[in-house]
């Protein structure tokens, strides 16, 4: 049996999806992008030019329901299957777009640089128990206006790995969508390999931007998967009761998911959130919330009962130092998250509210990602029955650490967590330097990096993905790109 | 030698079938005793133990590395009292006095046994003035106690002071492990040393015999 955890009854889902529902269609969306609008107007939804805003029709929700996927596969850079996005099938990947680094040589935060970026990608490789990547980091040492695809430039050049993305103007898209063109050599081997999301975050309450409903129809327009991903604020940009949050966050995310299926029928769209509780004391969004993991989590279910894939920001923490908040807080997320099967969990590697990222953490998380894997596999009888012959085999021998039995399902059945965990006994553990988590994370990093594989690219792609972001690069005056070692 | 190192790596793959052929091979082949113990069994041992310290493998791999070890020193155990080897010394272990606790202690003597000591296991239940004769009987210059409750630990104390009284100390030195104890508690009791597991008692017993890795 899989575990799963489920915070909705039967009746409560459905009144919040209604009600998501009849928010759309009577109070309307804000939609900053002409485009939309008359794709949706062409569509029978209803314009008012006056307020800006867009009334969506039930049967244009229907439609897109109808027509969006239930599940879909992304494929690594060397076109094997990776990912498969479904069902209760859990998947991680690092929490993205941090502006900070936690920068463990000084114990401080700081702006990323490229170097951090690309010792991130390489770290990820190796990380067991996160299948995608994602743009963790946003380069401070490129021009802001190419940040967000020369990131995506860096993972696809450092890792195999899916990738989790997202675009910060409409002009990027383009570079974008070349540079994963380029692996995969045409934009219909790119549609029917996918190799990255795009991520698109409505605003609070009910509104879409310019460049977020650009982003929609351009990843349409060629069937890039994108992860619609609403925000509200319990108590400050949406009601602060859980279900009034989660009935403004359906609607929001119906609201992307209409835009994108009527753009491109078919689009894969997984439903999103990153949705949280506002802390009125200190005026932020703590992720690490349990107000927080149940909009997650509960959305997680809104999301399959209408039939889609899910992902949802979880699994990150508010602390700024790796220490006991950040391991409590990410532990417990990517617990919950596990067990309500949200298909997509972005969160590993994040402290301090979706702002910085390190690279202890994810070695971190990964164990957490990798207990949580074996939990969500279940209790299952493996040659268990009948089980006398076990127990006269362990009476005659007083245990069973060789048995065969032991020999064929012990790395199946027990997880044994990286040198991050400690499980040495005090006096060992003692001998062996007396580490403390944040020791042995940075340690473990420098082990993993030292073992990095560079990608299977060939020359001629790496020389093309590099041309392109060269060319990106000196449109805004930069005539070399950083230099990494 | 090549036949030597394939009974080496038959012992890291816990593979006792290939390791009885080597070591038959080997003594056909005239080899003498003590290098079949050394560059054979003791090497593949050897790098077990390592193995085992870096978590590149585990205790099941350790145990049965251990029985292909016992495979082959089972065929070689006729030629090495034939040409009197000597083993790099021994070692009398037991659980103590109203203890039947004996996964730990037998996990020790595994890995000494596999490290090339002599081991005299005496079993669980086992009386202060036990320890002390075998150790002067077989000429054991090391008593490696084990104890898993609290209540049972103090014997150990009198395993100790039954070495003092009857003057065999530092000869005979008393080592002590099992999980309740601590370095603290062997020092309070007079015991030469604590060791946490079975590569620690490995360590030990070797720094204490002066034996090279």
């Known amino acids: 049996m899989r575990p799963i955890l489920r915070l909705l009854d039967g009746e409560l889902r459905e009144r919040i999806i209604s009600e998501g529902r009849d928010l759309v269609c009577n109070l309307g969306v804000e939609i900053h992008n002409q485009r939309a609008v008359s794709l949706l107007v062409d569509h029978g939804a209803r314009f008012d030019a006056a307020r800006g805003r867009v009334f969506l029709t039930q049967e244009s929700i229907d439609t897109a329901l109808a027509s969006a996927a239930g599940s879909f596969t992304l494929y690594d850079s060397h076109g094997d299957d990776a990912v498969h996005l479904g069902g209760d099938a859990v998947n991680f990947v690092p929490g993205s777009s941090a502006i900070a680094i936690l920068d463990s040589a000084t114990g401080e935060s700081r702006s990323p640089t490229s170097a951090d970026y690309v010792r991130y990608a390489r770290l990820c490789s190796a990380m067991r128990h996160i299948a995608s990547q994602s743009t963790a980091m946003v380069p401070s040492d490129v021009h802001e206006r190419i940040s967000d695809s020369y990131r995506l430039y860096l993972s696809l050049m450092t890792c195999e790995k899916p990738v989790i993305t997202g675009t910060f103007s409409s002009e990027a898209f383009a570079i974008m969508r070349d540079l994963l063109v380029t692996i995969r050599g ?33 990843c349409a327009a060629h069937s890039i998967p994108v992860e619609i991903v609403p925000m509200p604020l319990a108590g400050f940009t949406a009601p602060v009761t859980l279900v009034g949050t989660l009935v403004q966050h359906t609607a929001e995310a119906l609201s992307g998911l209409v835009m994108s299926q009527l753009a491109n029928p078919g689009t894969p769209v997984l439903y999103g959130g990153s949705s949280a509780v506002f802390d009125v004391r200190y005026e932020t969004t703590p992720m690490g919330d349990v107000g927080t993991m149940m909009i997650a989590c509960a959305c997680n279910e809104i999301g399959k009962a209408l039939g889609l894939p899910t992902q949802a920001y979880i699994g990150l923490s508010d602390a700024k130092l790796l220490d006991a908040q950040a391991g ?49 596999d279940g209790v299952v009888a493996k040659e268990d029955f009948p089980s006398r012959r076990r127990f006269e085999e362990l009476l005659a021998e007083q245990h069973l650490l060789i048995s065969d039995h032991t020999r064929r399902y012990l790395r199946e059945e027990i997880y044994f967590p990286g040198p991050t965990i400690n499980r040495a006994n005090l006096a060992r553990w003692a001998e062996e330097g007396s580490s403390t988590l944040g020791a042995r994370a940075a340690a473990e990093v420098v082990r993993l990096l030292g073992e990095y594989e560079p990608t299977r690219l060939d020359h001629d792609t790496r020389q093309e993905l590099k041309a392109r972001m060269e060319r990106a690069a000196a449109a805004h005056g930069m005539d070399r790109l950083p230099v990494i070692e | 030698m090549k036949l030597l190192e394939e009974l080496a790596q038959s012992l890291e793959r816990g593979d006792s079938q290939a390791a009885a052929d080597s070591t038959r091979g080997a003594i056909e082949l005239g080899l003498p005793a003590q290098r079949i113990l050394d560059d054979g069994l003791i090497a593949g041992m050897a790098v077990v133990g390592r193995r085992f310290k870096a978590h590149e493998i585990f205790l099941p791999d350790v145990l049965l590395a251990a029985k292909a070890m016992y495979a082959g020193l089972a065929l070689l155990k006729p030629l090495m009292i034939e040409q009197a080897v000597a083993t790099q010394g021994k070692v009398v272990i037991g659980t103590v006095q109203g203890d039947l606790h004996d996964i730990g202690k037998n996990l020790v003597g595994i890995m000494l046994e596999g490290a090339g000591f002599e081991v005299l296991d005496l079993g669980t239940d086992v009386a202060p003035e036990t320890f002390v004769d075998t150790a002067v009987r077989e000429g054991a210059r090391i008593i490696g106690l084990s104890a898993l409750l609290t209540t049972t630990m103090p014997v150990m104390r009198k395993v100790v002071e039954a070495v003092e009284k009857r003057g065999l100390r530092p000869e005979i030195r008393v080592i002590v492990g099992g999980a309740p104890l601590s370095a603290a508690y062997a020092a309070e009791i007079g015991a030469s040393a604590y060791c946490f597991d079975g590569i620690s008692a490995v360590e030990t017993v070797r720094e204490m015999l002066g034996v090279e890795r």
Do not use: Y
Request: charged share 15%; aromatic share 4%; hydrophobic share 40%.
């Open chain 1, 186 to 218: 045409s934009r219909e081997a790119l549609a029917g390999k996918p190799l990255a999301v795009f991520t698109c975050c409505p605003l609070s309450p009910l509104k879409w931007s310019d460049v977020t409903s650009q982003n929609l129809l351009d």
């Open chain 1, 328 to 376: 409590l807080e990410s532990s417990m997320g990517a617990t919950l998250a596990a067990l309500s099967g949200i298909n997509s969990i972005s969160g590993p590697g994040m402290l301090d509210f979706e702002s910085c990222f390190s690279l202890e953490k994810l070695v971190l998380d990964n164990e957490i990602c990798g207990m949580t894997g074996r939990l969500v």
